[in-house]
């Protein structure tokens, strides 16, 4: 880095002296009095500006942030209608409604519960092996007994239940939104099960 | 041979005399150190270069390239993957034939490998870079804004790689993304399943909720479907991209202004 054509440039031609008379005052920018801007003023159109500003920013950004969730989502209902209890048979797992809902519809000698078919490890969906009589993740290798129970593999907890009940003409209405986790003793909610 | 006509102009000197020659290559043909440093001055590509480098610089075994190799590969995704979108759209009907299409029907099928090979690239030689720029301490003073600027793209390198990975739409890839959107789903305050969710409830109404979260945000819907596929696309192929160019900028300003590559600064 010693190029002394660049450390020590070659003086420049000043500007012609001449142009620059000495014997004229240096121009003044005068304001009249009522342009002047006091610091009060200042102030206060400052303040103005920026809240102005950082309201139209934090609208757009709240406009952006609602943009993000729509009204209509084409997916399947939170609750859906699961037949009558008779379809149920005692010891199976029902997976009519796993592909859209993700639910499992599981009977045994006293209730009928349904299943989240999330895997409470990250969320994949296991598959009901039969002959095993247990959930298997394919992800992760998690297994969970009929009922949920997490017995092998990363799971932390057992599948949680949904909401389910009866309606008025009997048939068997799974609500998604609320659901019923058995580390929590809510297992035991009079919602999460239809006595049979 | 007949005599040479000293005054006949070569065909070359004709050339370089001509308006058009002379509109684009301003400066002439650098003869010395002056229209030399003109000459990067005055391009708006070759200005992105320094004008002169110290020669222990451009020295492999001072950089490993690293950084030039990231920016390399960065122009041959965006080449690969601008071609691939003439092809691939991102509808749960479609995408996963066209990515087969891609290999076994469009001519130049390695195309999407091309851009497969390069992403992961991409990947090892920022954290290459990283790593090289940790280890000779150039992180310090004044160039630890740059690190910070560093690191953000290192940041935006996953989130690409990130989106790409829904895009082929196989069961590698939505349980992949599956997986990685419920981490964001426990985000604590704006995840459901995150710490802090049922703070912000009125009574028995919880605002967090499976469609109300960042999980919801990202996917736009409740699990991997039609709608996280078409975000991750204008994500992966527009809205990351712009940022990342804009961040790279002020990582090359910045290396620049603190004193250029590989050197004391």
Request: hydrophobic letters at 45%; one cysteine or more; glycine letters at 8%.
């Amino acid at each position: 880095m010693s190029s002394k054509n660049f450390e020590n440039p070659p003086a420049r031609p000043l500007i012609s002296k001449a142009t620059v008379s000495k014997t004229e005052p240096p121009l003044k920018v005068a304001l009249k009095p009522e342009e002047e801007m006091d610091r009060r003023s200042f102030l206060k159109w400052l303040t103005i500006g920026w809240t102005a500003f950082a309201a139209i920013v934090a609208g757009y950004g709240s406009f952006l942030l609602r943009y993000l969730f729509p009204n209509v989502l084409f997916e399947p209902k939170q609750s859906f209608t699961a037949g009558i209890i008779d379809d149920y048979v005692v010891g199976d797992v029902s997976e009519r409604f796993k592909d859209k809902h993700g639910v499992w519809i599981v009977r045994d000698s006293e209730k009928i519960y349904a299943l989240s078919a999330s895997c409470t490890h990250l969320g994949c969906t296991p598959n009901w092996q039969s002959n095993e009589e247990k959930f298997k993740c394919p992800c992760h290798g998690s297994g969970f007994y009929k009922n949920g129970i997490n017995f092998e593999g990363p799971a932390p907890r057992p599948l949680e239940r949904f909401k389910i009940g009866l309606t008025d003409d009997g048939e068997i209405i799974v609500d998604k939104t609320k659901k019923f986790q058995q580390e929590k003793g809510e297992w035991n909610d009079s919602e999460s099960f239809i006595l049979v | 041979m007949s005599e040479v006509d000293p005054n006949k102009k070569t065909l070359w000197q004709k050339i370089a005399e001509t308006q058009v020659w002379k509109a684009i290559f301003r400066t002439g043909i650098p003869r010395n150190r002056r229209q030399r440093t003109m000459v990067m001055l005055n391009g708006v590509f070759l200005h992105l270069h320094p004008v002169r480098l110290p020669k222990h610089a451009v020295k492999v075994k001072y950089t490993w390239c690293m950084g030039g190799l990231s920016f390399f590969v960065f122009l041959v995704l965006t080449v690969t993957g601008i071609l691939l979108m003439f092809y691939y759209r991102p509808t749960v009907e479609y995408a996963y034939g066209d990515i087969i299409d891609l290999r076994e029907q469009v001519p130049l099928g390695i195309m999407r490998e091309i851009h497969r090979w390069s992403a992961h690239l991409m990947v090892i030689t920022v954290w290459l870079h990283m790593f090289r720029v940790f280890m000779t301490g150039s992180y310090k003073p004044p160039r630890e804004f740059n690190w910070t600027v560093g690191v953000v793209l290192l940041v935006l390198t996953m989130l690409l790689s990130f989106t790409g990975y829904l895009l082929p739409w196989d069961q590698l890839a939505i349980w992949a993304i599956t997986v990685g959107s419920n981490m964001a789903g426990a985000t604590p305050g704006v995840g459901t399943a995150g710490p802090g969710s049922s703070l912000l409830a009125l009574g028995d109404v919880n605002f967090i909720t499976s469609s109300s979260d960042a999980r919801f945000a990202m996917l736009g819907g409740r699990f991997v479907g039609e709608g996280a596929l078409l975000r991750f696309y204008v994500l992966h192929c527009i809205g990351l991209p712009f940022i990342i160019m804009i961040f790279m900028i002020v990582h090359f300003w910045r290396v620049r202004k603190d004193g250029g590559i590989s050197g004391p600064t």
